[in-house]
């Protein structure tokens, strides 16, 4: 197996690394709206008309990236010698979702004695060093379910098995995925086909709608918006804060709001020539705007949770969220204790709307995750059917666990899948259509053409370090200014590409 490169890309010693041109106008979707169908290509932009109120749906709550669950475990005891076990991980912890993984693979299982699926949950920010844990005690798994961000960072590592995932794809059927999500999985230099796509989700700037219409506020789809939304909505009133600002140094989902306000000004990780830009003058004016709208937020640290039910609770006008906070909408989440969160404003989803384009000074970005089926080199050979079942037999019921943030990548699922759920009552065509195509105009650092499989393995590794929270951490805690920490930041990147660039067979 060539797993050589993840030691070192763990134990690599970096100083601060948590211890170790003309653009598309933004769009702006109103979550009542009603104007256009499913299966438009892409949704009308900048509509954001109030209409009349959504009938309340109840669908299970699920939190889009829970920070806690289960570590991975030892396998199920020895199966019969002839039996094969095929371990999937799954980032998909929530144990609703557990359950529904563990029943597909019993129905698996029961048409094929030969193979064990042992379902293991596992947090997706703490894969490196889970993976490393089980490395080091022979118990690696098969099968993987992680956000594109990883794929980079296990090709780094020298992990997965390309053609066990053209092997999964080419039995399911190429033109059976949606457009342009084979491309974000391929290496563009040797046509690798690194993992399998599964599912996915955009990223939006949620608003209460009626309080901007009531405060003559435009729609925040620019950064002048949010600066004016943020000084208008004053602390001590209703609600009481403009933004629940993602602002916890331990947590991804901080990574991925600044990435898209990143690519609002045009800064990215890399330049043309190959350099690490991590401290350019559009880098450090992104870490300052963002940085600034603390000013009109909760007191810090605000995670995922916290941030979210800030909103639900009516206390927050705005929240940088996924496409999973839709079906929370109708019925609260789930706490990070395992509780519920009281819906507090009366018909929050109607009174709601959402925008998933940012126009910074030097920009459009979208921001959208595409997850996927990893195969690891050395996995049992069984492990690509079982990555097929799940695309296939099993698919609708996995989709339907959370159908707003898991957006099919198969055309064949998509009629089934928006009808899978009576959430999908609560929103207009519209809001489905752009939910649906969000992959079409989705950006991503580690999906900019031209970047080398170094380069996005570095900005893989860079996710998976979680380095751009913990400065933004220090930012906003006064230790550090904007300058500082983009010069922090671009030493730690620049010895992360050295060790991709240096460490490459």
Known sequence: ???????????????????????????????????????????????????????????????????????????????????????????????????????????????????????????????????????????????????????????????????????????????????????MVTDAASGQLLAVPYDGWIQALWRRRDLFEQLGLNMPITWADLNQACDAIKAGGAPAFALALPTAGAQNYVHQVFEQVAMSNNAWPFDASGNVTLSTPEMVEALRFYTALQRCSPPAPQDLYSAREHFERGESAMLFYSTYIMDDLLEGSESADGGKVEIAVENLAGRTGFTSSLAGPNGVASYGQLVTLALLDGAAPEAQDVARFFLQEGYLDILATAPLGKVPVLESALDAWSASSAVFQAYSPATLGHIANGYATMKRWVLRPGYTRAQKATIGAMEARLIIPAAIAQIVAGNLTPEAAAQQLQRQVEELYRIQTEGRD
């Open 1 to 183: 197996m060539k797993r050589w490169l993840l030691g070192a890309l763990l134990g690599c010693a970096l100083v601060g690394l948590g211890a170790c041109g003309g653009a598309a106008a933004p769009e702006s979707i109103s979550l009542s709206s009603s104007t256009a169908a499913l299966s438009a290509t892409r949704a009308p932009a900048s509509t954001d008309e109030p209409a009349s109120t959504p009938a309340l749906a109840a669908l299970t709550a699920v939190p889009a990236t829970p920070p806690t669950a289960p570590a991975p475990t030892a396998p199920a005891p020895t199966a019969p010698a002839e039996a094969v076990t095929v371990v999937f991980w799954t980032s998909d912890n929530e144990p609703k979702r557990v359950a529904v993984y563990r029943s597909l693979a019993a129905q698996y299982e029961a048409t094929h004695p030969g193979v064990k699926v042992n379902i293991v949950p596992f947090v997706e920010s703490t894969a490196l060093q889970q993976l490393e844990a089980a490395q080091a005690t022979g118990q690696m798994p098969d099968l993987i379910r992680v956000g594109i961000e990883w794929v980079s960072a296990f090709d780094g590592a020298g992990l997965l098995d390309p053609a066990a995932a053209q092997a999964v794809v080419d039995r399911v059927g190429p033109s059976d995925f949606r457009e342009g999500v084979l491309a």
